[in-house]
């Protein structure tokens, strides 16, 4: 591997850092979930198969634009089609992360997608949190899927599988796929309550609204 530039260095040492945080948070286990962030015509990914304490950034995984990787590298996220996909098709975004927290895995199991219970749903672009149909893991199949489904939106869950997130940044899709589990746990939790009120197109609409003006950046 060629000697890395600043650039190069900072976005490996993003991946490693954010994974380890999706571990810590809760949101993965073992060597599940992956990240990736948009580099030099291609992306850079984490690792196939690698438990995020066992990652480094050496580890991370350059593919190009046409698919291939570096002599020596190890072998990409088995996801990796679908992350290079979704970056492919939204020049909105430069980072995407996947995982199988446990509330956004269960409403996947159940193909029911996370309606607007809290206002906080939001986050993730849309109304609600849609459900991609079920696809083997790694396969074109549901990359083409999750494409189709998460739209022009941040954020969908993956029918018996888990969620996926995007962001400008890495720090960024983390944030998304940490609200996901978040709504994806209350949600549940006011299912099993019982018939919660969901917000209507207008009430979300008007949040909308509201977060246009939200924030320091005004
Ligand atoms: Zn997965």
């Known amino acids: ?3 890395p530039d600043t650039q190069e260095s900072k976005l490996r040492a993003d991946l490693v850092r954010v994974m380890r945080k999706m571990a810590a948070n809760g949101l993965n286990k073992g060597a599940s979930g992956n990240a990736s962030v948009r580099f030099g015509g291609g992306m850079l990914i984490t690792p196939s198969g690698l438990a995020p304490d066992l990652m480094d950034e050496q580890g991370i995984v350059h593919v190009a634009a046409d698919g291939s ?10 996801e990796w089609e679908m992350h ?10 430069d980072a995407v ?7 956004a895995t269960i409403l996947a199991c159940c193909h029911r997608p996370i309606e607007p219970v809290h206002y906080m749903v939001s986050v993730t672009g849309g109304a609600e949190v849609p459900v991609a149909p079920y696809r083997i ?8 899927a999750v494409v189709a489904t998460i739209g022009e939106g941040l954020a969908c869950l993956m029918a018996n599988h888990g969620q996926i997130a995007l962001g400008h940044t890495l720090d960024h899709a983390l944030a998304v796929a940490e609200e996901v589990e978040e709504q994806a746990a209350v949600y549940y939790g006011a299912q099993i309550l019982g018939s919660p009120h969901v917000l209507s197109d207008q009430q979300m609409k008007d949040i909308f609204l509201r977060f246009g003006g939200y924030g320091q950046n005004r």
Not at 84 to 93: N, Y
Not at 97 to 103: D, F, I, K
């Open 97 to 103: 992360v996947h995982c199988h927290s446990r509330h």
């Open 137 to 144: 893991f790694g396969t074109p199949e549901l990359a083409d």
């Open 84 to 93: 290079w996909r979704i970056l492919q098709q939204r020049s909105d975004v």
């Open 1 to 3: 591997m060629s000697a």
């Open 69 to 78: 990787t570096e002599p020596g590298a190890l072998r990409p996220s088995s």
